[in-house]
């Protein structure tokens, strides 16, 4: 359940797939692909949605209104079933690739996979499938942004380098 981006970056980082699953960042797959995404500033949006959260409390107070339980047993049960995903931009931007690097390596037990460097800032890291890991041919799978592998994703996924 632990990944590494290694090789031509600033800061090699581990990623711990196993923490996703509580990120605000990840997506819902199964209905990903069927949308339009506009390009949004990440921290933009989480801003947004803090002040939402903000305004909520002083609206409603710091005492829980009736209906968040309902709504945390949705979100439970959403976890609970549901396929999951995350961009993988936010770590490969974390880790720094230094501006020599071009290529970006993806590690599989069934053999390398090379990618544009720009392509690998675009890609969609799948963690979950209908609430279960993706233990037997995971620990993630590889999406491109567009969907056009989904049916066939990149598996067996060990590490990414960065060439």
């Given amino acids: 359940m632990i990944i590494p981006i290694s090789g031509e ?22 209905t990903y692909f069927d949308q339009d995404h506009p390009d949004i500033d990440e921290d933009e949006e989480y801003t947004k949605q803090v002040g939402k959260f903000f305004d909520r409390e002083i609206k409603e107070g710091a005492i829980n209104p009736p209906t968040l339980k309902s709504e945390r047993k949705f979100l439970k049960q959403q976890l609970l079933t549901g396929t999951f995903g995350i961009k993988f931009e936010p770590f490969l931007k974390n880790a720094e ?20 460097l720009e392509t690998g800032f675009n890609l969609i890291l799948a963690f979950s499938k209908e609430g279960k890991a993706l233990k037997e041919d995971g620990p993630i799978h590889i999406l491109f942004a567009d969907g056009s592998n989904r049916d066939e994703p990149i598996k067996h996924v060990k590490g990414f380098s960065v060439e």
């Fill in 97 to 116: 690739p230094k501006d020599n690097a071009k290529t970006l390596v993806i590690e599989t037990s069934k053999g390398d996979v090379k990618i544009p």
């Fill in 9 to 30: 970056v600033k800061y090699p980082i581990t990623l711990d797939v196993g923490t996703w699953i509580f990120d605000d960042r990840k997506l819902d797959l199964t």
